[in-house]
């Protein structure tokens, strides 16, 4: 018989905010409240960063009124971190851990946040501690492996779609060429989610660029031009993360995060790239053009939550 574990548990939120995370932080513990062998439940303040200085949220005693509002706000309730824990930090997480009887640690993230989980648990085993951890994923972009779809997406989705569906009538009134550039690294689910904004024939997005396949700048410029030549203007939607036949970013800040990942929405860095390819695509000619980062716009708008995204987080 499988040995039952006694203890508390620790919850912590991690990577990028969403619209629906705290859906997810709310449910994991009303069903730990559940649990008889579950005998505390602290709330990580800022992840792991928070358990290392042992700064914990008692998440026992609030009302189910409380937690609902919680659950219903966006963005990351006990507050998010960007960090990837070495050695070092692992031993102090585990240090922490064993000081106050911790035996469950759920994590809610993306697949930076899964990897953290999983040394934390690899380290759990080697020190025979016995010790529960659940990943509970989170992310805007819909590139979390194993899954279909992520909670985080179908949100981020919606205000993807109904930004483009503004911004082209804005760009019906003025003409000319808009480009929106969207969240993305290496999935383009929430670009293509541009697509929805299209009611008429003639509505943007005109063009998309995935970051699934290689962008070409010659092919960009004719498309631009075709699409300026049918219509008299150009909406377009391209991924952070397009990149040329080699891997290569077409544009980035030049910074990377702790995870070692080159950060490329802390910039307008790509639209503005676009945006010159485009002029330079129209020779002697005055064209307006226009570029947008949505950035973290995109991550925890109130308001046009999609209700099955927190239905399902």
């Keep these: 018989m499988t040995k039952q574990l006694i203890g ?23 069903a730990a409240r559940k649990q008889a062998n579950i005998t505390g439940i602290l709330g990580a303040h ?26 219903t706000t966006p963005a990351a309730a006990l507050g998010s971190v960007r960090l990837k824990p070495g ?36 380290m759990a085993k080697e020190a ?19 899954t279909d ?15 483009f569906m503004g911004d082209d009538r804005d760009n019906r009134a003025l003409s000319g060429i808009k ?21 008429a024939e003639d509505d943007g997005p005109h063009l998309i660029y995935l970051p699934e396949r290689v962008f070409n700048v010659e092919s960009f410029q004719q498309d631009v031009r075709d699409t300026m030549a049918k219509y008299g203007r150009c909406v377009i939607a391209a991924s952070e993360g397009i990149s040329d036949k080699d891997g290569n970013p077409i544009a980035t800040s030049g910074e990377r995060d702790s995870h070692g990942n080159i950060q490329l929405s802390g910039s307008g860095a790509l639209g503005d790239a676009l945006a010159a390819l485009v002029k330079a695509a129209f020779p002697g000619e005055k064209v307006r053009v226009r570029a947008d980062t949505f950035g973290y716009l995109q991550r925890s708008f109130p308001s046009i939550i999609s209700e099955v995204d927190a239905r399902e987080a």
């Design 8 to 30: 508390k548990m620790v919850i912590g939120q991690s990577g990028g905010p969403t619209a629906v995370i705290n859906q997810s932080l709310v449910g994991a513990v009303l």
């Design 46 to 71: 800022h992840g792991i960063a928070g358990i290392m200085k042992e700064d914990f949220i008692d998440l026992t005693t609030q009302s189910p009124e409380q937690l609902e509002l919680v659950a």
């Design 87 to 122: 050695k070092a930090e692992c031993e102090k997480v585990f240090e922490v851990f064993k000081k106050n009887d911790v035996r469950f640690f759920f994590y809610i993230g993306g697949n930076d946040s899964a990897e953290t989980a999983h040394i934390i648990a690899e």
């Design 128 to 146: 025979n501690y016995d010790f529960c951890t659940v990943h509970i994923p989170k992310t805007i972009d819909n590139d979390l492996k194993v």
């Design 149 to 163: 779809h992520c909670p985080g997406f179908a949100s981020a989705a919606r205000f993807v779609a109904l930004a």
């Design 179 to 199: 480009v929106n550039v969207v969240m993305g690294r290496s999935a383009g689910f929430l670009t293509a989610a541009s697509a929805l904004a299209r009611q």
